[in-house]
């Protein structure tokens, strides 16, 4: 199968790193653009309440905040990553998802026939999480997944 263009899965990790040079240094060879797709899951009522005990002003907010900003710095490495490999390229970031669901449904909106990502990833409030969602993509996606140890 030759592939045509390549969605791309980091939530900014060390591992996540290597799958973005993997995935841009495959999509170079075959001279396809990429879409870089990092997701926000949604905050968790435990931590904003714990948020919230300890006073902080509007948590959810602070947290989507928080989220959009760690979610543009990652997209920034990615994009300078991908200006280096002199692949064409778009960024995406979305926000408030499942990460599976996200990954699986912007490959398919976007029409990449082949998604790229990392074995597993990082977790933890304001991060962005992939890792254990490598098995659901895997188990739920249509499209073919190369998975990046």
Same mark, same amino acid.
């Given at each position: 199968?030759?592939?045509?263009?390549?969605?791309?899965?980091?939530?900014?990790?060390?591992?996540?790193?290597?799958?973005?040079?993997?995935?841009?240094?495959? =999509? *170079?060879?075959?001279? @396809?653009?990429?879409?870089? %797709?990092? $997701?926000?899951?949604?905050?968790? /009522?435990?931590? #904003?309440?714990?948020?919230?005990?300890?006073?902080?002003?509007?948590?959810?907010?602070?947290?989507?905040?928080?989220?959009?900003?760690?979610?543009?710095?990652?997209?920034?490495?990615?994009?300078?990553? =991908? *200006?280096?490999?002199? @692949?064409?390229?778009?960024? %995406?970031? $979305?926000?408030?998802?499942?990460? /599976?669901?996200? #990954?699986?449904?912007?490959?398919?909106?976007?029409?990449?026939?082949?998604?790229?990502?990392?074995?597993?990833?990082?977790?933890?409030?304001?991060?962005?999480?992939?890792?254990?969602?490598?098995?659901?993509?895997?188990?739920?996606?249509?499209?073919?997944?190369?998975?990046?140890?």
């Amino acid at each position: 199968m030759i592939y045509k263009k390549i969605l791309i899965a980091t939530d900014g990790s060390e591992l996540a790193n290597r799958a973005v040079a993997h995935g841009l240094k495959l =999509a *170079k060879e075959l001279k @396809v653009p990429v879409v870089v %797709v990092t $997701v926000t899951p949604m905050w968790s /009522a435990l931590e #904003i309440a714990h948020e919230a005990r300890l006073s902080t002003v509007n948590p959810v907010e602070r947290y989507q905040e928080s989220a959009a900003f760690w979610a543009q710095k990652i997209l920034n490495e990615a994009d300078e990553q =991908a *200006k280096a490999a002199g @692949v064409s390229f778009e960024l %995406v970031h $979305v926000p408030e998802s499942a990460p /599976a669901e996200g #990954i699986i449904a912007t490959a398919e909106k976007q029409g990449c026939d082949l998604i790229v990502m990392a074995s597993h990833g990082r977790r933890g409030l304001g991060r962005l999480v992939l890792g254990s969602q490598a098995n659901e993509v895997l188990a739920y996606s249509k499209v073919p997944t190369l998975i990046v140890r």
